[in-house]
Each structure stands twice: as C-alpha cells, then as structure tokens.
C-alpha cells in the first residue's frame, strides 16, 4: 500500500514470480548439486587414473557452463525485477532484515561464477590436481550461497525469535533454517545425478556408459533415505496453524473442499514415488536400456517434483509475505487498525494519494480491490474473483466483505487463510460495487434460471 | 571397473538364483530370452498393451475395496458413495482411481487397437488376436457403460437411460438384451442388481480369459512388425530381447502411466452429482462419457425416419457395419495386394477422424 500496484490480467503477479522462481531453482539446484558432483567425480577420476571419466566430465562441464551462467543469470535478475513489481513490500522488509547476508551472497555468487569459468576453460590446461582444487573450491562457493539464501527463505515461513526481538541473526537460523538446508542439498543431489544422467546416456562405449549410468543413479539414493526423516523435522517445526490447514486440506479432499496446498502435497508424493521407482527400474537395474530420451523424460519428472514441492512450500505461509509479520498483500501486522471498520485508504503512502476526495465509488472499491485482494486473486484468471463470487449481489457481497473484516475465528472461517479486510463502512459499500460489475453476467445467468 | 559392477549385483544374483530354483523360473527365463522385440521407428506402439493392462490391473485392486463399502441398493448406492468420498479414510482417492483409471483404460485399449490397426496387426495369423482385441474393446467399454449406472445419481441415471433405449433397438439382439439389462419396464433395484453382476463378476471374468487367449496368442505368434520393417534386408532388421530389455522399459512406461493417472486423480478428483430421481424430468444437455460420445452425436443427426427405417435403427445398423468393417478387416487386406493395404488405411483414417469429429462436436454442442 506503500508503492504503486502492478495488475498483471488473468495470471496474476504472484505467478510471474512465481514461473521465473521456479526455472530459477531449476537452474540455481543443478548449480550447487552439480559442484558437488563435479568435486567427486573428478576425485574419482583423478584416483583411478580414468581418462574417461575426465572426457565425460569435460564434456558435462560445457553444458553446465552454459546453462547455469546465461539462464541462471537471466531468471536470476528477472526474480528481482518481478519481485520488485509484485511484492515490493516484502523486498523491502528482507533487504533492510538481512542487508549483510545479501552483500554476502553476492559476494560467494561472484566467486562462484568466476569458478565454474575458470574450471571449464582450464580443462587439460593446468594439472589435474589443480583442476580438482578447481572442483573442489566451486563445490564450496555454490554451497555457501545456498547457505546464505536459505536463511532469507526460510525466514519467511518461520521468522521465529526474530518476530520479538529483530536481531537479523534470530531470522537467519530460524526453526526450519536446517531442515530446509539439509532437504535443499539432498535434493540438489539428486537433479545433480539427473543432469548427469542425461550426459551418460549419450556415451558410446557400452561399459563405460552402464557404469556411469549407474554412478549417476545413485546420486539420488540420498534424498529417498534421509529425505523423508528430514522432511518430517521439517513439518515439526512449521507454525501450528498451517499443519491445521493441511491437515484440514486432507481431511475435506473428497467433499470437495479440496485445498490447493492438500493438491500441491500430493502432487509431490506421487511424483516423488515415481521417481524413486523410475530410477530403480530405469538407470540402476537396466542402464544398458536407458536411453537418452529417456534420460530426458526422467529429468522433466524431476524439475516437475522440485517444482511442485516448491510450489507448496510457497504456499505454506499464506496469508503471510513474512509469517505473523507482513501479509500477502503488503500490510504489516502491527499495522493493522484496533477498530474493525478504520479506514484503509487513509493508512498507505501510494494508496492515500490515488484516493482523491472526487473518486467515483467503483473506482474507489477497484482501488482497495489491487491493493488488498490483488496479491492473490485476479478478475478473471487464477484464482479468478469472477469464480468465486458466484452470483451474489450486491447486499450479499456487503454481507460477505463484512464477514472478511472480522478477526475472530470462531465468526470468519477465512480469518487465518486470508489478510483479514480493512475497510471503513464507505469503502466497503465501495469494494462491493466494485465487485458487483464483476460478476454481472453470473447474476443475470442466476436470476434467468430462477424464473 | 567390471569388478566391481560384479560386486554390486552379488546381493541380487543371490535372491535371483534362490527365485529361480525354487519357483522352476528357467524355463520361463529361457522363453522370456529368446522373445525378440522389433526396434524400429512405430515401437512406441508396442508399449500400449502393457499400458492398458496396467490401467485394468489399477481397476481390478480399487474395485475390490470399493465393494467393501459400496451398496448395490436402490436407497443406498448414492449414499454409501458420497460415505466413500467424505467419510472413509482416502476413498475418494481410490474411487477417483477407479473412475479416472476406466477413461484411461479405455483411452489406452482404444489407441492400442488402432495403432495394431494401422500396423496391420490383423494379417495372418494373427486374426484370432485381432479378433479377441476387438472384443476386449468392447468389454471394456461395457464396463465404462455398466459401471456409470452404480454411483445412482441424476446424470448417470439418465445417461444409462439413453443408452438402455439404444440398446433396445438394437438390431437382432436388442429385443432381448434391452429388457434383459434393465430387469423391467424402467431402471429399477433389478437393474442395479444386474449392472452390479454384470460389473463385478460377468465381465472381470470374461475379460481375464480373453485376455489370456490374447496374450497367449500374442507370445506364440511374437510381436507384429509393419510392413517397411518386415520387407528390410535382415541383417539391417534390429531387435532387442524381451527380457530384460524390453521389460524394464515396459516397467518405466508403466510408472509413467501410473502417474498420469494419479496426477489426474489428485488435480480432478471426481466428484459425485445429486442423488438421481427417476420422476423428475431429465438435466438439460445431458451427455454420455466421452467414450460414447461420437456414437451419441452421430445418432443425434439421424432424422427419425431413413426411408422406411426409424432414424436410431438406421443409425445403429450404420455403426454395426463400420464395426463388421473392422471385423472382416483381415480377410480384406491380407497382405496379398497394395490396392487393399491402402483402402485399409483409408477406412481407418476416416474412422478414427469421424469418431474424433463427432466426439469433439457432442462434447460442444
């Protein structure tokens, strides 16, 4: 409510932010995991003497130069000029909490760049202990960076102490800080040895290709054995009343009240079980006949359960941008006004100015529409308003905005899923004449039947 | 290197060799060995087989725990599946399964029978396979139509409805299997019954052994290699063995079309419409599945009367003669001349594309 409002139709702002931030990991997983690999597998050639383990090496390193740098820098920047424009709320809040961790995450982003160069343009340049230091100090640098943004992400679903006392540190190692951390390496790992298989598919020596097909496979054993124990850490330490919503999510699945984060859940278990068993069946018992396509096919089932799972992850702190701090559509907790009909266009910067004293009330209620509702619905699209008002009119919207405003549970089921309203009685009638040309169409559809 | 590939396995080899010797598994080793499988550009094909069994396998296991809940009367079927939905722990889940895994089934068995088709499958001497595929065909969407009727709520009520009045008049037949399946004047407990019979026991059964005779048929015979494969010098033909090649391969398409069938369950899962009432007047723009769309659309443009003949007879005699077509298939095109291996491609082509038209118009309109 501080800053200008961008209206993105149909897909709404959070999911271009969404879309970006998830080629994104895509990307940013495969550059820490594959450090890893790297180190490890060139250790495993430098020991055995194996030239063609070097080859493979060499020839992997070309495609993961080329994806990590150019896209990953890409979405990288793109996160931030969509976050800027969707959520400058939130931005700001993790810049001013954390401005030390972002100068270092910067600062081991830079030194892991100029690594992952340096060790692709000195194959067969320098010695081969050199070259594994070279591996070894890139696995280094992109784990740090991950130990760094973890922080800032994890904080928003678990500010933890940071909530009372705000020492940037009590944010930083904040309750799901090491589950988090331990989870994102072991599936780093895992699409690690996913990259790398579709690499060792394409090798032409039989043998050679059956064991690094195998080499590869096993890089995901990891995530299946410890994932789940450290998955539930996880979950015991996420705040109470998102386990209530999954688990209310599950429980009305088949009533129809089928919840989008219950959807997301599931989602990731089955893609998760296909995987386990697509990589048994596939590279680890028939290597011989796992074949480059397949490799591919393998890959998209991975980025779509690192996807999903991140998806979900998203959607454990809704309302919140900040848990408990700062809501999805940029107003702070602390902010909210004691009386439950004060004024909301007499609170913001941006939104008090564009509130002139000669607005009509249907441009006044679209007004209050962006800045409190837009963060998470669109007019017609994702999680379209047009849907969901159904035929209501207009007495019924004032009946239903009024139930928004409330704070008590036990009176507004929404109370805990949404940002609660704030709205004084005028801006209410306006929301709801707002709303109202909303859904037109649903309203004369409804009276045509009735009669 | 190989050493230690050796190593690896030595745990496997071990449970593999106790298996072996003790469920006599060398003789089924040896013949899994020798089959070969063709590889060649249209071997893709060859995966939709296992793919529509493996979707019958997921239907046989989520239908048994359905029954454990369902009830096959009047006043309790619509109420023991809204129990499934919201009160059993994840039975919305299984009988989404169960609902999502027939449209799959049937999708699978119905490419599977057209892409056999267009590889002219048919030929000899496989026309008692092809025969025995046509009429696992048509088993399973007699179990889509028996199946739709059990949840008893308003739109499976009046779609089964429409169907039993085809069915009716149906040719020959129709006199007999009409009053036969609904137990009576109108759809009744005696057609729950029935349906439910016919559903859980009659067509499992029937289809089993079919499918037994398919498969077996199938092994003796080997897989069907096209024509461009076939007429290639065999020193340039490639195949792969079955076991285990082919069969792992087979494994990962199966858990691919699993998890197809769990992502749709958990995205859409199906839901249940109002308890049916055989008085009120039946929905407006009422629709079969989409399986018996094309059919329905197709007996929508018949006017009531062709001629002497009434417009749904003639429009059923019309369908009978495109399935006779594909009955009478390998007699036409045996092999023996190109003129005919062209007008078998024609005729399939102008059925797929007629049934997609005709699908995609009744679901719109």
Same mark, same amino acid.
């Given at each position: 409510?501080?800053?200008?409002?961008?209206?993105?139709?149909?897909?709404?702002?959070?999911?271009? =932010?969404? =879309?970006?931030?998830?080629?994104?990991?895509? =990307?940013? &997983?495969?550059?820490?995991?594959?450090?890893?690999?790297?180190?490890?597998?060139?250790?495993?050639?430098?020991?055995?003497?194996?030239?063609?383990?070097?080859?493979?090496?060499?020839?992997?390193?070309?495609?993961?130069?080329?994806?990590?740098?150019?896209?990953?820098?890409?979405?990288?920047?793109?996160?931030?000029?969509?976050?800027?424009?969707?959520?400058?709320?939130?931005?700001?809040?993790?810049?001013?909490?954390?401005?030390?961790?972002?100068?270092?995450?910067?600062?081991?982003?830079?030194?892991?760049?100029?690594?992952?160069?340096?060790?692709?343009?000195?194959?067969?340049?320098?010695?081969?202990?050199?070259?594994?230091?070279?591996?070894?100090?890139?696995?280094?640098?992109?784990?740090?960076?991950?130990?760094?943004?973890?922080?800032?992400?994890?904080?928003?679903?678990?500010?933890?102490? *940071?909530?009372?006392?705000?020492?940037?540190?009590?944010?930083?190692?904040?309750?799901?800080?090491?589950?988090?951390?331990?989870?994102?390496?072991?599936?780093?790992?895992?699409?690690?040895?996913?990259?790398?298989?579709?690499?060792?598919?394409?090798?032409?020596?039989?043998?050679?290709?059956?064991?690094?097909?195998?080499?590869?496979?096993? *890089?995901?054993?990891?995530?299946?054995?410890?994932?789940?124990?450290?998955?539930? *850490?996880?979950?015991?330490?996420?705040?109470?009343?998102?386990? &209530?919503?999954?688990?209310?999510?599950?429980?009305?699945?088949?009533?129809?009240?089928?919840?989008?984060?219950?959807?997301?859940?599931?989602?990731?278990?089955?893609?998760?079980?296909?995987?386990?068993?697509?990589?048994?069946?596939?590279?680890?018992?028939?290597?011989?006949?796992?074949?480059?396509?397949?490799?591919?096919?393998?890959?998209?089932?991975?980025?779509?359960?690192?996807?999903?799972?991140?998806?979900?992850?998203?959607?454990?702190?809704?309302?919140?941008?900040?848990?408990?701090?700062?809501?999805?559509?940029?107003?702070?907790?602390?902010?909210?006004?004691?009386?439950?009909?004060?004024?909301?266009?007499?609170?913001?910067?941006?939104?008090?100015?564009?509130?002139?004293?000669?607005?009509?009330?249907?441009?006044?209620?679209?007004?209050?529409?962006?800045?409190?509702?837009?963060?998470?619905?669109?007019?017609?699209?994702?999680?379209?308003?047009?849907?969901?008002?159904?035929?209501?009119?207009?007495?019924?919207?004032?009946?239903?905005?009024?139930?928004?405003?409330?704070?008590?549970?036990?009176?507004?089921?929404?109370?805990?899923?949404?940002?609660?309203?704030?709205?004084?009685?005028?801006?209410?009638?306006?929301?709801?004449?707002?709303?109202?040309?909303?859904?037109?169409?649903?309203?004369?559809?409804? =009276?045509?039947?009735?009669? | 290197? #190989?050493?230690?590939?050796?190593?690896?396995?030595?745990?496997?080899?071990?449970?593999?060799?106790? %298996?072996?010797?003790?469920?006599?598994?060398?003789?089924?080793?040896?013949?899994?060995?020798?089959?070969?499988?063709?590889?060649?550009?249209?071997?893709?094909?060859?995966?939709?087989?296992?793919?529509?069994?493996?979707?019958?396998?997921?239907?046989?296991?989520?239908?048994?725990?359905?029954?454990?809940?369902?009830?096959?009367?009047?006043?309790? #079927?619509?109420?023991?599946?809204?129990?499934?939905?919201?009160?059993?722990?994840?039975?919305?889940?299984?009988r989404s399964l169960h609902s999502w895994g027939s449209t799959l089934m049937i999708l699978s068995a119905a490419v599977?029978?057209?892409?056999?088709?267009?590889?002219?499958?048919?030929?000899?001497?496989?026309?008692?396979?092809?025969?025995?595929?046509?009429?696992?065909?048509?088993l399973c969407l007699a179990f889509g139509f028996t199946g739709y009727l059990l949840p008893w709520d308003d739109l499976?009520?009046?779609?089964?409805?429409?169907?039993?009045?085809?069915?009716?008049?149906?040719? %020959?037949?129709?006199?007999?299997?009409?009053?036969?399946?609904?137990?009576?004047?109108?759809? /009744?407990?005696?057609?729950?019954?029935?349906?439910?019979?016919i559903h859980v026991a009659i067509l499992p059964l029937t289809l089993i052994s079919l499918l037994a005779v398919h498969?077996?048929?199938?092994?003796?015979?080997?897989? /069907?290699?096209?024509? @461009?494969?076939?007429?290639?010098?065999?020193?340039?033909?490639?195949?792969?063995?079955?076991?285990?090649?082919?069969?792992?391969?087979?494994?990962?398409?199966?858990?691919? @079309?699993?998890?197809?069938?769990?992502?749709?369950?958990? %995205?859409?899962?199906?839901?249940?419409?109002?308890?049916?009432?055989?008085?009120?007047? #039946?929905?407006?723009?009422?629709?079969?599945?989409?399986?018996?769309?094309? @059919?329905?659309?197709?007996?929508?443009?018949?006017?009531?009367?062709?001629?002497?003949?009434?417009?749904?007879?003639?429009?059923?005699?019309?369908?009978?003669?495109?399935?006779?077509?594909?009955?009478?298939?390998?007699?036409?095109?045996?092999?023996?001349?190109?003129?005919?291996?062209?007008?078998?491609?024609?005729?399939?082509?102008?059925?797929?594309?007629?049934?997609?038209?005709?699908?995609?118009?009744? #679901?719109?309109?």
């Amino acid at each position: 409510m501080n800053y200008p409002v961008w209206v993105v139709p149909y897909l709404g702002g959070s999911w271009v =932010i969404g =879309i970006i931030a998830i080629i994104h990991i895509f =990307i940013s &997983h495969f550059a820490v995991g594959c450090g890893a690999f790297f180190a490890l597998a060139e250790e495993l050639a430098y020991r055995r003497g194996d030239e063609r383990i070097y080859a493979f090496l060499k020839q992997h390193s070309r495609f993961f130069v080329l994806v990590t740098t150019v896209a990953g820098a890409v979405t990288g920047v793109g996160i931030w000029f969509a976050v800027s424009l969707v959520g400058p709320d939130g931005i700001a809040s993790l810049i001013q909490c954390f401005s030390l961790a972002w100068a270092e995450e910067y600062l081991f982003f830079v030194a892991e760049l100029a690594t992952a160069f340096a060790y692709y343009y000195t194959w067969n340049k320098i010695s081969r202990q050199k070259h594994l230091l070279l591996a070894r100090l890139y696995m280094i640098f992109s784990i740090a960076t991950l130990v760094i943004i973890n922080g800032m992400l994890t904080f928003m679903l678990t500010p933890g102490k *940071w909530l009372t006392s705000h020492n940037w540190v009590d944010g930083f190692f904040n309750p799901t800080y090491c589950p988090s951390l331990i989870i994102r390496l072991l599936i780093m790992f895992a699409l690690a040895g996913m990259y790398a298989l579709v690499t060792s598919s394409r090798i032409a020596e039989p043998k050679f290709r059956t064991f690094m097909v195998r080499y590869c496979a096993k *890089w995901l054993l990891p995530v299946f054995v410890i994932g789940p124990v450290v998955g539930f *850490w996880y979950l015991t330490q996420i705040p109470q009343a998102t386990m &209530h919503t999954i688990f209310t999510g599950i429980q009305s699945s088949g009533v129809g009240n089928f919840s989008i984060l219950a959807r997301a859940l599931y989602l990731s278990l089955i893609l998760s079980g296909t995987i386990i068993l697509f990589n048994f069946f596939g590279p680890y018992l028939n290597p011989r006949g796992f074949t480059f396509r397949i490799a591919l096919l393998f890959l998209v089932c991975g980025l779509a359960v690192t996807g999903t799972t991140e998806w979900m992850r998203e959607l454990l702190r809704k309302p919140y941008i900040v848990y408990g701090y700062l809501y999805s559509n940029g107003m702070h907790t602390d902010e909210l006004p004691a009386k439950v009909d004060a004024s909301f266009l007499k609170k913001g910067r941006w939104a008090t100015a564009m509130a002139t004293p000669d607005m009509p009330p249907v441009a006044k209620g679209e007004l209050l529409f962006r800045y409190e509702c837009m963060s998470c619905h669109t007019v017609r699209g994702y999680r379209s308003m047009k849907t969901l008002l159904g035929p209501r009119d207009e007495d019924a919207l004032v009946g239903f905005l009024q139930l928004l405003r409330m704070r008590d549970r036990s009176v507004n089921p929404y109370s805990g899923i949404m940002p609660p309203l704030v709205a004084s009685d005028d801006e209410l009638q306006c929301l709801s004449k707002y709303l109202a040309t909303i859904n037109q169409k649903e309203r004369a559809q409804a =009276i045509s039947m009735s009669h | 290197m #190989a050493a230690e590939l050796q190593q690896e396995n030595k745990l496997a080899k071990l449970i593999g060799n106790f %298996l072996v010797s003790r469920l006599s598994l060398a003789d089924l080793q040896h013949l899994a060995a020798k089959k070969k499988v063709p590889v060649h550009k249209h071997s893709l094909w060859y995966y939709m087989g296992g793919i529509t069994m493996i979707y019958f396998a997921v239907q046989v296991v989520t239908g048994i725990l359905l029954m454990v809940y369902y009830v096959p009367e009047i006043n309790a #079927a619509h109420a023991s599946i809204l129990k499934i939905n919201s009160q059993i722990d994840f039975g919305w889940f299984i009988r989404s399964l169960h609902s999502w895994g027939s449209t799959l089934m049937i999708l699978s068995a119905a490419v599977h029978l057209f892409s056999s088709f267009f590889m002219r499958a048919y030929r000899q001497p496989r026309e008692i396979t092809w025969w025995a595929g046509l009429v696992l065909m048509i088993l399973c969407l007699a179990f889509g139509f028996t199946g739709y009727l059990l949840p008893w709520d308003d739109l499976s009520f009046f779609a089964t409805k429409v169907g039993l009045d085809i069915t009716a008049k149906a040719p %020959l037949v129709g006199g007999l299997l009409g009053p036969l399946l609904k137990g009576g004047n109108m759809i /009744s407990q005696a057609t729950i019954s029935r349906f439910f019979g016919i559903h859980v026991a009659i067509l499992p059964l029937t289809l089993i052994s079919l499918l037994a005779v398919h498969l077996m048929l199938v092994q003796s015979h080997g897989m /069907s290699e096209p024509a @461009a494969f076939a007429d290639t010098p065999p020193e340039k033909r490639r195949y792969e063995p079955f076991f285990p090649d082919f069969f792992f391969k087979d494994m990962l398409v199966w858990i691919l @079309a699993l998890n197809v069938l769990f992502v749709l369950v958990v %995205l859409f899962p199906w839901g249940v419409g109002p308890e049916a009432n055989p008085f009120a007047p #039946a929905p407006i723009g009422i629709k079969p599945e989409w399986y018996f769309l094309g @059919a329905f659309q197709f007996l929508k443009l018949i006017p009531p009367m062709v001629g002497p003949i009434e417009g749904e007879l003639f429009g059923i005699l019309a369908m009978s003669l495109v399935g006779l077509g594909f009955l009478i298939m390998p007699f036409i095109d045996n092999g023996s001349q190109r003129r005919r291996a062209l007008l078998a491609t024609i005729y399939g082509v102008a059925v797929v594309l007629g049934l997609i038209f005709l699908s995609i118009w009744g #679901a719109l309109s």
